[in-house]
């Protein structure tokens, strides 16, 4: 038996395998369009959030991901909901490619303290990332990835968003009922592509504009009214895209980490940085 039939074999034994914990998925529905007909922000990680003035966003429900609790901007926001999108996050240990070697993660202690601390926060997590807790959460939910042979948002059951944490948060939008989506720091989505996250410590530089990442985000958001808000000069090839000081006000201003991220957290980064687990 060659390699690619035996790795054809182990994806289907663990799909198989989380499967058996549908159960932990029932109680997703009493989210199901809990929010229909609304408009969110949904944020990711970008560096272009460095620039953008989190006092003019005012009570519009949000979707964030992964480190955007770092930012202490963050609390001014109506933040509801937040995204742990890789398998496995939640547990603290990891095989890292790149070094060739296994690691305890930096990262789990600070995403668990998050759900213990935000408990109006509703978090959700990939369901490899079950036992993760000795006693789980009142405030975590679970999603699970299905075999990619069908489109479908439907976080109580299957659910093919999983490209990224950009896809689930659209995935679970779409599931809470939200209509309209206004995309920030979702840099990937433009033309200049920057490069960079909001906790390095350099500004985002320009890349190479990805068409393909954009036209499946695009197919993904089908049935939702998209908006692209960026800086000056950024425009998406596939959605609305509007300038954030045209859409809500103010100036562009460059902040550091050090201005947005406590010291704690950037100590935290820099462990992770030095496993080659984040790039800062």
């Not at 964030?64 to 890789?86: E, H, P, V, W």
């Not at 720091?185 to 954009?214: N, R, S, T």
């Amino acid at each position: 038996m060659n390699t690619s039939a035996i790795k054809g074999i182990l994806k289907k034994v663990h799909y198989a395998f989380w499967k058996l914990h549908k159960p932990f998925l029932a109680r997703n529905v009493e989210l199901r369009g809990s929010h229909d007909g609304e408009t969110c922000l949904i944020l990711g990680n970008g560096g272009s959030l460095k620039f953008l003035d989190f006092e003019k966003l005012g009570n519009i429900p949000a979707i964030g991901c992964s480190y955007t609790l770092l930012d202490k901007r963050a609390r001014q926001l109506n933040l509801k909901y937040m995204i742990f999108s890789d398998p496995y996050e939640l547990m603290p240990v990891r095989f890292n490619r790149i070094t060739g070697t296994l690691q305890t993660k930096f990262y789990p202690p600070i995403f668990k303290k998050n759900i213990k601390d935000f408990k109006d926060i509703t978090f959700f997590t990939s369901l490899t990332n079950v036992y993760a807790h000795l006693i789980r959460p009142s405030n975590l939910y679970y999603f699970n990835y299905c075999a990619p042979r069908k489109t479908t948002h439907d976080i109580s059951g299957d659910f093919s968003y999983t490209n990224g944490a950009l896809d689930i948060m659209i995935g679970v939008a779409k599931y809470l009922g939200f209509k309209k989506i206004i995309l920030l720091g979702c840099d990937y989505l433009g033309v200049p592509k920057l490069e960079g996250h909001f906790y390095a410590y350099k500004a985002p530089a320009p890349g190479k504009p990805d068409k393909e990442f954009c036209e499946r985000v695009k197919l993904l958001s089908d049935g939702l009214e998209v908006v692209f808000v960026s800086l000056k000069g950024i425009q998406s090839p596939v959605f609305e895209s509007v300038a954030f000081c045209d859409y809500f006000g103010g100036d562009e201003l460059y902040r550091e980490n050090t201005e947005i991220i406590e010291e704690q957290y950037l100590k935290k980064l820099q462990e992770g940085a030095k496993k080659k687990q984040v790039y800062i």
